[in-house]
């Protein structure tokens, strides 16, 4: 099972970013699928996480700020942030609880860079 990110970059402060995630290889189904990140020096945080019927959950900074969605048909789970802060500035990660042979097993995606500019 592979996860790949896409859609980090250089936004300036109050713009906006949406970061894909698409999950390939032995899937059977797919469980919660997230998106976290990682500040320098800082430990790796959630930021958004999905279930598999649609219920969010979002850090507090992120509310009001960030959606997260996905497409079960696709495998891929998208986060977009609108009103960016200096703040966010990390490597995003997306993860997923995935079923194949009757076990569930947690992938990490590869981490995008998102730069926030003051």
């Known amino acids: 099972v592979q996860l790949q990110a896409s859609g980090g970059g250089l936004v300036q402060d109050g713009g906006s970013l949406r970061l894909s995630c698409a999950a390939s290889?032995?899937?059977?189904?797919?469980?919660?699928m997230g998106w976290y990140r990682q500040a320098p020096g800082k430990q790796r945080e959630l930021v958004a996480l999905i279930t598999n019927g649609g219920s969010t959950t979002y850090e507090d900074s992120a509310k009001g700020r960030f959606t997260i969605s996905r497409d079960n048909a696709k495998n891929t789970v998208d986060l977009l942030m609108n009103s960016l802060k200096p703040e966010d500035t990390a490597v995003y990660y997306c993860n997923a609880g995935i079923y194949y042979g009757g076990s569930l097993s947690y992938y990490w995606g590869q981490g995008t860079l998102v730069t926030v500019s003051s």
């Open positions: 290889g032995r899937i059977f189904s797919i469980n919660a």
